[in-house]
């Protein structure tokens, strides 16, 4: 997904002289065709993370576009501050491209767990989140990032996902993706939690329990309408992310839903990283089957939240 | 250009107390510690910027990082004719466009937010080197306090200036040496001061800005091939003696009777 990602800045750089692309102490390699043929669209800046943001938002603010890429923790806390005051503030149409969100690097532990970036840049006003599913989706995200307004923090995952978005679904950023019709049971996923909800809902199918998919690549501005659509219909909702389940998703979902006043509220819950700091290393899977995020422990959860729904009526 | 930079401080100055008095809030020292050096930058002809136009992709860039001090810029910026004069007294309410730090997307004029430390100077960085990309010549000015060099990304962006040979862009410290708590000397040393910068890769003067022009004349010469500073030997509250060197005006902007007529009797021109 990353590779895909930096491939869309330089087809990006190409076509437009503006764009910009900022990486701190990349691999060694990183993006060498935009240095070679656009040098000067192409900077490596050192682990400067504070500076760099701030010097993306001086570049924005005379017309530039700026792809910045570095580790996503770093990129989220280490300049929380120039997030908010020369990203948000100033509406920079700067592009945080963070690699590694979610438990990507597991074995490096908490320091390097981007569990946090998303909660952490939606507090910030202005700025777009979005966790693609995929390469395919990060793709049309990119190209949909050129001409998007203000800051925008793209988590990218590793590589090799796979792909289970599909392009006759379209895409545009702020608007979530409907994959399965909503049954009794509502999977709401971001990131690459889609293909483990495209995997679970299989699961519930295969006894008897209707399932349907929102997949919400861009979890701020939160596709309130979209969601409030589904789930007004669905017994259970299940809230899918890789990620604390404090000021994520499940929170997005948790406020909508109670906001909306729905008259037959669906039963709701939260998947996700409780509030702690990951205490294992592993792998991203075994982080994840840690939390409860594999598909056999997602279908499990639902039918669980479905049968106290049954129980109830 | 020839300017009368006693006179036209000490009417900055009053209008600053003036706005003070009105919104009960301000960094009155910090203001008083820079009027001098944006007299300079303005009135002195250094700035090419154009107020019918605030955003002529080629005018130069002034960053006030030090947003704190901006009641120091906003009378100056009035005076060019960036925005009507009724907005000083709106300073600070809820409908004015000039907060106790400056925004750039409210006020004409102001190139970047500030008033978190350590920000501007990154900002001025990626503001020269997007001139430098885009072919343009115009430079780039970033005031810093010396108690904003506290900050790590100060350092961070001196790095980086240097490593882009940026001589468009010119670092003027306001060195007061006093900052919030107490002397810079006592709360965080910075001293050997220049030396650092030297080491950075700076081209670096010092001017005692008790002589403004001599900071006028510095900034008409070129240096090419690296960024400079100009550490600018200022005083904290300048220019009413009881202000100066005054710990407690870094906040005080509640003012007594008699205090606002001693200021306006020192100020008289």
Not at chain 1, 132 to 161: H, N, Q
Not at chain 2, 2 to 21: H, P
Request: net charge negative; hydrophobic share 45%.
């Amino acid at each position: 997904m990353r590779k895909r990602c930096l491939e869309v800045v330089y087809r990006l750089a190409k076509k437009n002289k503006d764009v910009v692309f900022v990486g701190s102490d990349l691999g060694v390699g990183a993006l060498d065709e935009l240095k070679k043929e656009l040098p000067g669209q192409w900077l490596m800046e050192g682990i400067s993370e504070q500076h760099i943001v701030g010097m993306a938002a001086g570049m924005a603010m005379s017309g530039k576009i700026v792809y910045f890429n570095t580790i996503a923790t770093f990129m989220t806390r280490r300049c929380f501050e120039q997030n908010i005051v020369d990203l948000g503030m100033s509406k920079a149409k700067v592009r945080l491209l963070g690699s590694g969100g979610g438990l990507v690097y597991a074995p490096l532990g908490p320091t390097h767990l981007a569990f946090d970036d998303i909660a952490i840049m939606r507090a910030i006003p202005n700025m777009t989140i979005v966790a693609p599913a995929d390469a395919e989706e990060m793709e049309r995200a990119m190209l949909a990032s050129e001409l998007w307004d203000g800051p925008i923090y793209v988590r990218v995952a590793k590589g090799g996902d796979p792909v289970v978005s599909k392009t006759e679904h379209g895409f545009a950023l702020g608007k979530a993706i409907l994959h399965k019709q909503a049954g009794d049971v509502l999977l709401v996923t971001t990131g690459i939690m889609l293909n483990r909800a495209l995997d679970a809902a299989k699961l519930l199918e295969a006894e008897g329990i209707s399932c349907g998919i929102l997949h919400v690549h861009t979890v701020k501005p939160f596709d309130a309408e979209a969601l409030v659509a589904v789930a007004r219909d669905a017994k259970a909702v299940v809230s899918l992310e890789e990620h604390t389940v404090l000021g994520g998703l499940g929170s997005a979902v948790a406020e909508t839903l109670l906001e909306a006043g729905l008259e037959r509220a669906p039963h709701f819950k939260r998947l996700g990283v409780p509030d702690c700091f990951p205490d294992e290393y592993g792998s991203q899977n075994s982080l994840l089957e840690k939390y409860g995020l594999n598909a056999a422990q997602i279908a499990a959860s639902a039918k669980a939240l479905l049968s106290r729904s049954e129980v109830k009526c | 250009m020839e300017i009368d930079y006693a006179k036209e401080g000490k009417e900055a100055r009053q209008t600053i107390i003036e706005m003070v008095i009105a919104a009960q809030r301000g960094h009155v020292g910090s203001a008083f510690s820079l009027i001098e050096i944006l007299l300079v930058l303005y009135k002195g002809g250094i700035l090419k910027v154009d107020p019918k136009n605030p955003h002529w992709p080629e005018r130069d860039r002034m960053i006030l990082s030090k947003g704190h001090g901006c009641l120091a810029l906003y009378p100056i910026l009035c005076d060019l004719g960036f925005f009507p004069r009724e907005e000083l007294m709106l300073y600070c309410r809820p409908k004015g466009i000039l907060g106790g730090h400056p925004e750039h997307l409210k006020v004409p004029g102001v190139e970047a937010s500030t008033g978190a430390l350590g920000h501007g100077l990154s900002i001025g960085i990626g503001m020269a080197l997007a001139a430098r990309m885009n072919g343009h010549k115009h430079r780039v000015f970033v005031i810093l306090g010396d108690g904003e060099c506290d900050e790590g990304s100060i350092w961070e962006g001196a790095l980086h200036a240097s490593k882009h040979a940026l001589d468009s862009l010119t670092v003027l410290v306001d060195y007061n040496r006093q900052q919030s708590y107490s002397d810079v000397s006592e709360v965080l040393p910075l001293e050997p001061f220049a030396e650092k910068w030297r080491a950075f890769g700076f081209s670096v003067d010092e001017v005692d800005m008790d002589h403004p022009d001599r900071l006028h004349a510095l900034l008409l010469k070129p240096v090419a091939g690296r960024p400079r500073v100009v550490i600018c030997h200022t005083v904290k509250g300048k220019g009413v003696s009881f202000i100066e060197r005054n710990l407690q005006w870094h906040h005080k902007a509640k003012l007594t009777e008699l205090e606002i007529e001693n200021i306006f009797n020192e100020l008289e021109i």
